[in-house]
């Protein structure tokens, strides 16, 4: 019994040395401290390779959303119910002719793929088209500002989860300078994908799903599908039309693994084209307003289409251009398609394009 006894103290003290040890080793490391929501420390003093956990998260009051449209059921978001995603954003606003640096961020927050995961879409257009790449968001706040996001840019995107309602935020502070950004004071839309980020409203407070608004006669199995001109409007207005690509623009290839939702791989071949946006610049500014609302549909001969707002094709980051592609010699699928570089799946590549539609769509 006295030899148990002993060993029963032995071991206590053991663990009692263990816990006084990392305590100390708590205090010589008293800046780093344990935060909330899976972001490990504070690191100021640089003791990992993370460049984004050293300064202090600040939490930022949530407003409740509401989803609303062409769902079949509306309701309150519950935020409880979903995992926090981190994206690090740039952030800038139009000034007059030129850009204004806002500061440097990484915020945590919930992506809008999982807050409308499980959202039943009821399209108005369904009988007509029932895919969802006609499809978009109006995102509100009390205020009245209002952003337009394509479906496809938050399902179909190579980088899943890129656009969240922040509910933190952290400074992403400079070396040297040590320049401390303005922190926002409520919860945020970060559309991380943005250049000039001004889709990144405060405080949204109302998500609307939408079809297009536009009827087109969709005829399933056309062959071929063959336009031999795409015609450019402004709502219904015609502004140009294009039987080949303009030559002044400089030719991209891409290189590619085609991949459909449906038929699975398409082909490893590469896509050359002209970005979109060279094309739409000399008919469309760069206005706040076209940022947060504008909108394009790419439709093809046989009804087929799909959703781009301004900000995806004219305002993007990462360099994942949308490409025009002419092929006048091809009568078959010809003569025009996009490839949108930024998707993982081929739905929104449209073949046989006929028309591109812009509209600033603010209901």
């Known amino acids: 019994m006295k030899k148990s006894n002993l060993f029963v103290q032995v071991a206590l003290s053991i663990c009692f040395i263990a816990v006084l040890c990392s305590c100390n080793n708590c205090s010589k ?37 509401t989803i609303a449209g062409e769902v079949e059921n509306p309701g309150t978001v519950d935020f409880s119910a979903l995992p926090l995603h981190t994206v690090i954003v740039k952030e800038s606003a139009l000034s007059g002719d030129s850009n204004k640096f806002i500061g440097a961020y990484r915020y945590d927050g919930y992506s ?16 007509e088209f029932d895919s969802k790449i006609d499809t978009y968001v109006q995102i509100e706040n009390a205020k009245g500002e209002m952003v337009n996001i394509s479906w496809g840019e938050f399902y179909y995107p190579n980088h899943l989860h890129e656009i969240i309602i922040a509910k933190s935020v952290m400074r992403i502070v400079p070396s040297k300078t040590k320049d401390l950004w303005p922190l926002p004071d409520a919860c945020k839309l970060i559309v991380s994908s943005d250049l000039l980020t001004e889709r ?13 608004p536009k009827s087109f006669k969709t005829v399933r199995g056309m062959k ?11 709502e219904n207005n015609l502004l140009d039309s294009f039987t080949k690509n303009p ?36 008919y469309f500014k ?70 591109v539609y812009f509209s600033d769509s603010s209901k």
Do not use: W
């Open 29 to 65: 490391n008293d800046k780093s401290k344990i935060a909330k929501n899976n972001i490990t420390f504070v690191d100021t003093a640089d003791a990992t390779n993370n460049f984004y956990d050293n300064a202090e998260t600040k939490e930022l009051p949530m407003t409740p959303v």
């Open 112 to 127: 809008l793929y999982d807050i409308l995961n499980l959202i039943k879409v009821k399209k108005a257009n369904k009988k």
């Open 200 to 212: 990144n409203i405060s405080a949204p407070s109302k998500i609307t799903v939408i079809s297009y």
């Open 224 to 234: 071929p599908i063959f336009s031999p001109v795409i015609k450019l409007y402004s």
């Open 247 to 282: 030559k002044n623009i400089i030719e991209q290839t891409y290189p590619a693994i085609f991949y459909g939702r449906g038929r699975g791989i398409h082909s490893t071949e590469p896509f050359t084209g002209v970005m979109m946006k060279e094309v739409l610049a000399k």
């Open 286 to 355: 760069i206005t706040q307003e076209n940022l947060r609302k504008g909108m394009f549909l790419v439709v093809a001969k046989d009804g087929y289409r799909a959703v781009f707002t301004f900000s995806e094709l004219m305002n993007r980051n990462d360099q994942q251009e949308v490409l025009l592609i002419c092929h006048p010699e091809v009568k078959d699928n010809g003569i025009f398609k996009v490839f949108p570089a930024c998707d993982f799946f081929s739905d929104r590549a449209i073949k046989g394009i006929s028309a």
